[in-house]
Structures are given as C-alpha cells and as structure tokens.
C-alpha cells in the first residue's frame, strides 16, 4: 500500500510536468508564428508598387513608380480594378526590370470615377508570380485646363489690329482708283494748256520776226 504523502509528490509531479509541457509547447508555437508574422508584413522583394500609395486620389495622368525585379525576371505587368468587383483590366507593362523606379503611366480622365485598386505582377522564368496590390485608390475628374485670359486678349488684339490694318490698305487702294480719273482728266487738261501756250508762244515769236524783218530789218535806201 502506497504511502499517502508519496501519492500527493507523485501528483504534484505529474501536474508540474504537464504545465512544463503546455508552456513548452506554447512557446514552441509562438516562435514559429513569429517568422510568418514577419513574412506576411514584410514587402514583396521583386513586386512592389511604390506610387500611388493606398487611400491616394487621383487625377489626370499617373505616374506609376515602384519595383519590377527577379533573378529569373522575364516580364511585369500592371492592370487595375474597380473594387470590390477586382474585375482586373489591363495597363501596360515591360519587358525590362525596374528598381525603384517608373513601371509605367496611367490615364485615369476616361474612367468612371470612383474605388479602383491597382497590382503588378512580376513573371519569373521559372514559372512564379509575385504581386503587389494597392487598395482604395479614389480616381476623380481631372479639373478642366482654365483658359489663358492674357493669351486670349494678346491674340484678340493682334486680330484687331490686323483687320483694321487691311482696311486702311484697302481703303487707301479705293482712294487712288476713285482718284485715277480726276487725276487723268487734270493732266489731261494740263498738257492741253501747256501746249496751248507753247503754240501761241510760238505763234507770236513767229509774227515778231515777222514784223522785224518787214518793218525793221529791211534794207533802208541810200541817201548822199
């Protein structure tokens, strides 16, 4: 027959081994969940979408940076999606690695406003895909362009000037046609007069040395 006291230590035993062994077995759990913790929150190293950041608005015309990389990189791709549907659409892509750098452009004024979200995928020889996903990317209408006003009032007054400069031409070009008449019959009237004179400047030139030789320069009779 067992002695009590001995019963109560083996129990005691028992009871400290089974709690070493549920402690052990808990740490044991938290060290390997610690690692996945870490590799589930650390960024992919060969895909990576660095911009737009995620609850980023944007407008207009995107620059996409980031990093595209593989030690058996063959090509990148980039699609986006209106969430939550993530019906995937494709945006472009390469055929060159990027690191830290642009992967590409994205034209957001024909998309209809709203959630979108935005992944790259990196396509390796060996058959993997890594991939980088940015949610909750607000796509708004790019704001119009605001007209140049000063432009708009330079260009109006060189049209002005311009057309009034072609009519003072023009109208001058219609002074001189409507004046080429008058001009002519002057001129006309002018050469008449001139010759007029000239012909009877002649015509009496022409009586005086007639008169002189008749009256003047005719030999007088000889007187002794």
């Known amino acids: 027959m067992l002695d009590p006291s001995s019963a109560r230590d083996e129990q005691r035993s028992a009871c400290l081994v089974g709690k070493l062994t549920a402690l052990i077995a808990l740490l044991s759990l938290a060290v390997l969940a610690v690692p996945s913790r870490i590799a589930a929150q650390s960024p992919n190293p060969y895909a990576r979408i660095a911009l737009p950041a995620s609850n980023q608005v944007l407008r207009g015309t995107v620059t996409i940076q980031g990093t595209a990389t593989h030690p ?127 012909g009877g400047y002649l015509l009496l030139r022409r009586a005086a040395l007639a008169i002189y030789r008749r009256y003047v320069a005719r030999p007088q009779p000889y007187r002794d």
């Open 72 to 198: 058996a990189f063959v090509r990148y791709e980039l699609a986006y999606a209106r969430e939550p549907e993530l019906s995937w659409i494709p945006l472009g892509g390469g055929v060159q690695p990027v690191e830290n750098g642009v992967l590409g452009g994205w034209n957001t004024r024909p998309i209809q406003p709203g959630s979108y979200a935005l992944r790259l995928q990196v396509f390796a020889a060996d058959g993997s895909v890594s991939e980088s996903v940015v949610r909750n990317l607000t796509i708004e209408v790019a704001a119009s362009p605001t007209p140049d006003t000063t432009q708009a009032s330079a260009t109006q007054r060189a049209s002005v000037s311009e057309f009034q400069t072609a009519r003072t031409v023009l109208q001058a070009v219609g002074d001189i046609l409507a004046a080429a008449p008058r001009a002519f019959l002057r001129g006309v009237q002018f050469a008449g007069a001139f010759f007029a004179a000239l």
